[in-house]
């Protein structure tokens, strides 16, 4: 049963830092892209940052290039986002996904991110 599990989520001030965590199980981790998404309430679900499967690319949505940092360990099968100078605009629920071309997609459940003062 493939599995994703989201830690690190929590309540921090503006200019802060939160360091995001997710574990893979289940499944041939370093076959797979790994990715960030966040969903802010009324919001749609959207795409924040990926990682290739063996670490070489990285990939960023505009409003987070220079803040944020995704990286992944193939052999403890986790990937991180590190989270530095966190706006209130940040704020979210934010989810890990595990994603192999267009068929194999996974999900973990969440953690959620509060930046405020």
């Known amino acids: 049963q493939e599995h994703l599990v989201e830690s690190g989520g929590g309540l921090v001030r503006p200019g802060g830092s939160l360091r995001l965590s997710c574990a893979g199980s289940?499944?041939?981790?370093?076959?797979?892209?790994m990715k960030w998404f966040r969903q802010a309430p009324g919001k749609e679900r959207e795409w924040v940052a990926s990682?290739?499967?063996?670490?070489?690319?990285?990939y960023y949505t505009n409003s987070v290039k220079g803040r944020f940092t995704i990286s992944r360990n193939n052999a403890e099968n986790t990937v991180d986002l590190q989270m530095n100078s966190l706006k209130p605009e940040d704020t979210a629920v934010y989810y890990c996904?595990?994603?192999?071309?267009?068929?194999?997609?996974?999900w973990g459940q969440g953690t959620q991110v509060t930046v405020s003062s």
């Open positions: 996904n595990a994603q192999r071309g267009s068929r194999e997609s996974y």
């Open positions: 990682i290739s499967p063996l670490n070489r690319d990285t």
């Open positions: 289940g499944f041939t981790f370093s076959n797979f892209f």
